[in-house]
C-alpha cells in the first residue's frame, strides 16, 4: 500500500463500487477496522502487459492501481501486478461468493 496524493476523482460510482469488490477480495488485510480502512475508492489505473523494448529490458506486465481514501481521509493506493481483466472478473465473481449475490442474466 503507497500513500498518494489524488485529488480528482474521475472515475464512475458504479466503478469505484466493483473496485472496491476487488480490493476487499485481494488485499482483505486492509479492511481491518482500522483508522487505515478503505472507504472508497477514488479512482484507478491500468497498464497493459508490455513487451520488452530491448534484450536487457524485461517485460512490463499488466497491473492494476486501485487508488482509495481511508476512515481518516487519507489517500493511498494498492497495485497489483499480473492483473488483467480476467482477474478483475475472477476478483467480482469470489466477492458475490463471499458478501452478495450473484447477479442473474436476464438476457
Not at 477480495?25 to 508490455?50: A, K, M, N, T, W
Not at 517485460?59 to 493506493?77: Q, R
Request: aromatic share 12%; net charge negative; hydrophobic share 30%.
Amino acid at each position: 500500500m503507497s500513500k498518494i496524493n489524488m485529488t480528482e476523482n474521475t472515475t464512475s460510482k458504479s466503478t469505484n463500487e466493483l473496485f472496491m469488490r476487488v480490493l476487499q477480495v485481494e488485499s482483505p488485510e486492509l479492511f481491518d477496522g482500522s483508522d487505515d480502512q478503505p472507504v472508497r475508492v477514488v479512482g484507478y489505473d491500468y497498464s497493459p502487459f508490455c513487451e520488452a523494448v530491448c534484450e536487457t529490458c524485461g517485460d512490463d506486465p499488466e497491473m492494476l492501481t486501485i487508488a482509495f481514501e481511508t476512515k481518516n481521509g487519507e489517500h493511498y493506493s494498492q497495485y497489483y501486478d499480473y492483473f488483467g481483466l480476467p482477474n478483475i472478473l475472477e476478483a467480482l465473481d469470489k466477492w458475490d461468493k463471499q458478501y452478495g449475490k450473484a447477479v442473474e442474466n436476464l438476457g
